[in-house]
T-cell receptor, first 114, second 112 residues
Framework: AQSVTQLGSHVSVSEGALVLLRCNYS??????LFWYVQYPNQGLQLLLK??????LVKGINGFEAEFKKSETSFHLTKPSAHMSDAAEYFCAVSVQTGANNLFFGTGTRLTVIP | GAGVSQSPSNKVTEKGKDVELRCDPI?????LYWYRQSLGQGLEFLIYFQGNSAPDKSGLPSDRFSAERTGGSVSTLTIQRTQQEDSAVYLC??????????FGPGTRLTVT
């Protein structure tokens, strides 16, 4: 079975500061890992994904995440927060076989303080 | 090209009524998923269609929920005898194959 834990339902950072959103996963088989962003009143948008290969994954809007198998983590980072980054962020896991349905974390709401 | 579309965008219904939610996936995508996003439960998987195979219904919360996919394209999620706890945003996603899923904007269902 797969599951995702996102530490911190709310994170606030100052504009220009480092963004770090934490995600730990549980999977009995090699996982696919994703970060999705949801802006207010909009649908889910893929930020980045890890399937195989390079463990440091770069996504849109300057975000990146590193797959660390030993820590079962896939934390999302951005060196410098912008006001436009304020949104809800979801980490998700799926597996490489079968339905590939996504198991989501509970989400982290990012607030950027001017 | 066009993304995943869902209709209606908002639906308000009375408790006990049946509702149908529609999803138009991206053309050519063989896989289609329904998810539910609610305050109490977060984002949960409901059902998965892949081509002509039998759907994976393992996420459906009760037998009041059903879904079909006609002609391998459009899908309808039906909720019978709606309850207040069914209030949520229902998200549809499609995928060509493999990992990435493309999400629609969702249907916000409110059961009064």
């Amino acid at each position: 079975a797969q599951s995702v834990t996102q530490l911190g339902s709310h994170v606030s950072v100052s504009e220009g500061a480092l963004v770090l959103l934490r995600c730990n996963y549980s999977s009995s088989v090699p996982p696919y890992l994703f970060w999705y962003v949801q802006y207010p009143n909009q649908g889910l948008q893929l930020l980045l994904k890890y399937t195989t290969g390079a463990t440091l994954v770069k996504g849109i809007n300057g975000f990146e995440a590193e797959f660390k198998k030993s820590e079962t983590s896939f934390h999302l980072t951005k060196p410098s927060a912008h006001m436009s980054d304020a949104a809800e962020y979801f980490c998700a896991v799926s597996v490489q076989t079968g339905a590939n349905n996504l198991f989501f974390g509970t989400g982290t709401r990012l607030t950027v303080i001017p | 090209g066009a993304g995943v579309s869902q209709s209606p965008s908002n639906k308000v219904t009375e408790k006990g009524k049946d509702v149908e939610l529609r999803c138009d996936p991206i053309s050519g995508h063989t896989a289609l998923y329904w998810y539910r996003q609610s305050l109490g439960q977060g984002l949960e998987f409901l059902i998965y269609f892949q081509g002509n195979s039998a759907p994976d219904k393992s996420g459906l919360p009760s037998d009041r929920f059903s879904a079909e996919r006609t002609g391998g394209s459009v899908s309808t999620l039906t909720i019978q005898r709606t309850q207040q706890e069914d209030s949520a945003v229902y998200l549809c996603a499609s995928s060509p194959t493999g990992s990435r899923q493309y999400f629609g904007p969702g249907t916000r269902l409110t059961v009064t």
